[in-house]
């Protein structure tokens, strides 16, 4: 089984490859988060948030709204789902028997 990295989903893996973005990826899981939120729970600069948000969402995975002078972020649900399917490709085409590719 060949699964096709053109889908987009190398930006998204890269994204989530940096630990601290990972963790801002947990912390939206659970609830929308505004950047002060999220520099109090990681104990972080404010600035070094603001950059990983930006990288989160040029991959697609975070979205964010305005509510009066705050920025709120959340996670695009329909990005995860689709990375989720990618990830099951690959494990199906792993569990597939055990085929064995025979050396030249």
Known sequence: M???????VEPTLKALAEPLRWQIVERLA?????????????????????????VLRAAGLVESERYRQWVYYRLRPDALAALAQVVAALAT????????????
């Open 2 to 8: 060949t699964v096709d990295t053109r889908s987009g």
């Open 93 to 104: 085409g792993h569990a597939g028997g055990g085929r064995r590719r025979p050396c030249c």
């Open 30 to 54: 659970g609830e929308e988060l505004c950047v002060c939120h999220l520099v109090e729970d990681l104990g972080v600069a404010q600035p070094l948030v603001s950059h990983h948000l930006k």
